[in-house]
């Protein structure tokens, strides 16, 4: 069982940037995947980022360019560093891990086993 926690959310102007982390409860180098999904009020869950155990790295198409996800294996963490953000980057954001080797898409549709409780991203003036 992977327990993930995230931080780093809260209440930034637009452009402005920010930086969400994720701690894993264990050693990240049995997962194999480790993403961030935003869900906005009255829209689906979307994959934002994810970054395999390899490093290969995924974005979606509104956030390409300004987001970067990365993972520091000694620190069982992941960060996804949000920059130019727009109001609607508004979002809860939740970690997420898998130990199955999927594709980004499959990800995108059913979601992966492990999950944090989410941070909240409110970008505006």
């Known amino acids: 069982q992977v327990q993930l926690v995230e931080s780093g959310g809260g209440l930034v102007q637009p452009g402005g940037s920010l930086r969400l982390s994720c701690a894993a409860s264990s050693s990240i180098f049995s997962i194999y995947v480790m993403g961030w999904f935003r869900q906005a009020p009255g829209k689906q869950r979307e994959l934002v980022a994810a970054i395999t155990s390899g490093g290969h790295t995924n974005y979606a198409d509104s956030v390409r360019g300004r987001f970067t996800i990365s993972r520091d294996n000694a620190k069982n963490t992941v960060y996804l560093q949000m920059n130019s953000l727009k109001p609607e980057d508004t979002a809860v954001y939740y970690c997420?891990?898998?130990?199955?080797?999927?594709?980004?898409?499959?990800?995108?549709?059913?979601?992966?086993?492990?999950w944090g409780e989410g941070t909240l991203v409110t970008v505006a003036s």
């Open positions: 997420a891990a898998d130990t199955r080797a999927y594709s980004a898409s499959y990800y995108s549709q059913y979601g992966m086993r492990y």
